[in-house]
């Protein structure tokens, strides 16, 4: 074999209390895609920190084409051909996209040649893309195109993307693996960090699987099930959820021609929906996102108040209730966004479990807080839900993604609901924990709780549910049992067969 | 009441120099804030710049030596702040404050010895054939080298923000300071060259009221210009050619209501008194009303580990 583009050998850091990468070592070849497998904390985002010249390793070296490779800051990085997609934090929205691009290069030309070589490139590669638009008023998918060509621009042999996907529609996933295709076979490696195992198999030719900071395995994920991936990334047999054949009782969540103007001009108005869900009942909900679902969400938590008949709860009108007397009645709710809708990013754990907790749990009593109830409560949903954190005294916000939403989701399940409605509760959690938050779902409704479980993810909904809805600029499908649903169908669904209205009961 | 004593020429050219202080005050600050600095210490730096350039024109008799001086005690000064904010990772308002009273205090002890004297005098700028045009002479031509600073600094600065790419970059990290720091940009280092260059032009601002709009040196001369500079900033949307807009529009309000009080007019002295405040502020507030362009990292403290 050739000698390899870059070739880790043994690269240690650590951080105080905890080892983020143990002499991790693995090899990424020229014109390869390979994948970096591994759960939230994993030690993916340090090594290729390091990579990228962001982290320094404490022991370990790199080869870049057999020469010894070890970037003091990502400028050199840079300089060397390695170019980096993030996650996060990499845009500025008040800039316009040339401006952002010029940013991420060493010598950036005049702006005019800038922005047409901007256009040139995204063209060439099926990204079209506006040099002087504002990044701020992009879409996601957008924004993703921005850092991208700021990578192509600069002929990279080797293209980092950390979770590219986790914030794409179907069809914008569809046209970046055509974009990373043709790249490869330019001769450009790409390094592809994500844990949607199905991408990785039809993606990537190689994959190196983390686990607590040590590369415990690698796999050519063509010839892999996902499920053997997983269970190398968890280190242990992944269940998958189970469903106990269930009886449907009485129907306790009941919306009858329900109609919601927009709140915003970038929102979604509901229009004419009808939803009921029985007690013991998971009712998935699919759509593509900004097609109505957090309006939903918010009206069956009661940030959105309707009229008193629209949303009923047992038979009883719930529609002009605020979130604090339905909790009190037992509908409980965890909104999608984790920072600043389903937690406060600042406080503590303890003080986030009070927010929702308090009416519930009995942690106030005539407006005077028990924190010590809290805490206990905090404690509890940690530990039943293994949210990865040193304590309950810290803030949400220093939790990674996945645990956060452990404990977001823990907080409602932990609260006993009688009706649990939820957005997209696995969204950026990897595979072992997506798995115990579906199971903790089937189990609240084996308890005969009615849950409403709203996502973007169809396997997720096909996993759980026992029917299924799907949204569509603001109006509800007639919900379908979920068994024996085919792509097809639902599909059909999603791009809204209204004209084929099945009467409601 | 007598308004033919009034004299647009001189009005013009008086409101020019009353502005001046402000407007180089405000140039730095702009550029503090549109690196994602809030220094509230404006006020203090100008007075340490004040006294200073006066005490050092004073006594090396050089009123240029005095404003090099007044430039370089504001940079320092500003480095207090720097050594709170960035350093110690402080609170960038509380911090600011501090500024503004230490230095308030600060010059109030050095300059016990200067009051009452008389600064050596600036040279105005004297073009032959130029200057004594009327009514465009006096107006154009006729004023001290330093307000011709201010409205190039400005230029400058426009011209920076705009064109270059250490103006994108200075940019960039008032925007978002942890994707500077990601593309590998030095966030702290480029706000502490940011503050000390506002620094500087607070220095230069102070020093332009004790030396040449006054000129003498008394305790807490610059009375509230940095607070005017600071509102400036945020009314002009952080744009350097709104700016000189305000400070001309204040220094203008502020000239005609002493002419109008000298003239006699009949409005209570203390409406007249509050004019330039009130009017400065609806005009920028109407020119601010499109989108808010607050650089949307302002304020916040950068931390590599976060």
Not at chain 1, 217 to 229: K, N
Request: hydrophobic fraction near 45%; proline fraction near 5%.
């Amino acid at each position: 074999m050739s000698v390899p583009l870059l070739s880790l050998q043994g690269l240690t850091k650590a951080y105080p209390g905890v080892v983020a990468n143990d002499s991790v070592s693995f090899d990424i070849g020229e014109g390869e895609v390979h994948a970096l497998l591994g759960e939230n904390g994993a030690g993916k985002s340090t090594l290729v920190k390091m990579i990228y010249g962001l982290v320094k390793p404490d022991s370990g070296q790199m080869l870049l084409r057999g020469t010894p490779y070890a970037p003091p800051e990502p400028r050199a990085a840079r300089g060397d051909g390695i170019a980096m997609v993030f996650q996060h934090f990499s845009l500025f929205d008040a800039l316009n996209v040339a401006e952002n691009i010029a940013l991420g290069m060493e010598n950036p030309p005049a702006m005019k040649d800038l922005a047409a070589r901007i256009r040139e490139v995204s063209e060439s590669y099926g990204l079209p893309l506006d040099p002087y638009r504002t990044v701020g008023d992009l879409s996601a998918g957008e924004r993703q195109r921005v850092e991208i060509i700021r990578c192509l621009l600069q002929d990279p042999k080797l293209l980092i993307m950390d979770e590219p996907t986790s914030v794409l529609t179907p069809q914008e996933v569809e046209i970046l693996f055509q974009t990373l295709q043709k790249l490869r076979s330019e001769g450009t490696s790409i390094l592809y960090i994500s844990h949607k195992l199905e991408e990785i198999r039809t993606l990537c030719d190689h994959a190196t699987i983390l686990r607590l900071g040590k590369n415990v395995g690698e796999c050519t994920p063509a010839e892999t099930s996902a499920r053997e991936m997983a269970e190398l990334m968890v280190g242990s047999t992944l269940h998958t959820p189970e469903r106990a054949g269930r009886e449907l009782g009485d129907v306790a969540l009941d919306i009858s021609g329900l109609s919601v103007p927009a709140p915003s001009a970038f929102g979604t108005a509901l229009k004419n929906m009808h939803l009921s869900v029985r007690k013991g009942e998971v009712l998935g909900i699919g759509g593509v996102a900004g097609n109505g679902q957090d309006e939903l969400l918010n009206v069956l938590s009661g940030e959105t108040l309707t009229e008193a008949d629209a949303v009923k709860l047992n038979g009883a009108p719930i529609g002009q209730l605020g979130p604090v007397e339905r909790r009190r009645l037992g509908v409980l709710a965890a909104p999608e966004e984790r920072l600043g809708h389903a937690a406060a990013p600042d406080m503590s754990l303890i003080e986030n479990a009070m927010l929702t907790g308090a009416v519930r749990q009995g942690l106030e009593t005539n407006g005077f807080l028990n924190w010590g109830a809290a805490k206990g409560f905090a404690e509890n949903i940690i530990e039943a839900f293994d949210v990865r954190t040193p304590g309950p005294e810290n803030a949400a916000r220093s939790l990674s993604g996945g645990n956060l939403q452990k404990f977001v989701i823990g907080r409602e399940v932990l609260q006993d609901p009688d009706v649990l409605v939820v957005n997209q509760p696995t969204w950026g959690v990897d595979a072992a924990a997506a798995a115990d938050i579906r199971q903790s779902l089937l189990d609240l409704a084996d308890k005969g709780a009615a849950v409403i479980c709203i996502s973007q993810d169809l396997d997720e909904l096909m996993e759980i549910s026992d029917n299924f809805a799907a949204l569509n600029e603001g109006r509800l499908s007639a919900p379908r049992p979920a068994a024996g649903l085919t792509v097809d169908e639902i599909g059909l669904m999603l791009g809204g067969a209204h004209g084929m209205e099945v009467a409601h009961d | 009441m007598d308004l033919s004593a009034i004299n647009p020429v001189l009005l013009i050219a008086s409101l020019m120099v009353a502005a001046t202080p402000i407007l180089l005050a405000a140039i730095g600050e702009l550029v503090v804030e549109k690196s994602g600095v809030l220094n509230l210490g404006v006020e203090g730096m100008m007075i340490i710049g004040a006294v200073s350039g006066f005490a050092i024109a004073v006594e090396t008799s050089s009123p240029w030596l005095g404003f090099i001086a007044s430039a370089a005690a504001g940079a320092v000064f500003s480095l207090l702040f720097v050594l709170l904010t960035q350093v110690a990772q402080a609170n960038q308002v509380a911090s600011g404050l501090a500024l503004t009273l230490s230095g308030l205090g600060l010059s109030a002890l050095l300059g016990q010895n200067y009051v009452g004297i008389r600064p050596p005098q600036m040279g105005k700028l004297d073009i032959p054939l130029l200057s004594d045009l009327p009514v465009v002479g006096p107006i154009l031509f006729g004023h001290d080298p330093i307000l011709y600073i201010g409205i190039a600094l400005t230029a400058g600065v426009w011209a920076m923000l705009k064109f270059t790419r250490a103006g994108l970059v200075l940019r960039a990290v008032g925007e978002n300071h942890d994707a500077a720091h990601a593309l590998g940009y030095k966030v702290i280092r480029i706000r502490i060259l940011a503050i000390m260059f506002g620094g500087a032009c607070a220095g230069l601002g102070g020093a332009y009221i004790s030396l040449i709009r006054v000129p003498q040196w008394t305790e807490g001369m610059t009375a509230g210009v940095g607070w005017i500079a600071l509102a400036l900033v945020v009314f002009a949307s952080w744009k350097p050619w709104r700016a000189l807009l305000g400070a001309y529009l204040f220094g203008g309000v502020t000239v005609v209501q002493l002419n109008l009080q000298a003239a006699g007019v009949a409005i209570p002295v203390e409406y007249l008194a509050m004019s330039p405040y009130v009017i400065t502020i609806v005009v920028l507030v109407i020119l601010s009303a499109d989108k808010s362009s607050a650089p949307a990292a302002l304020g916040r403290n950068f931390h590599a580990s976060r």
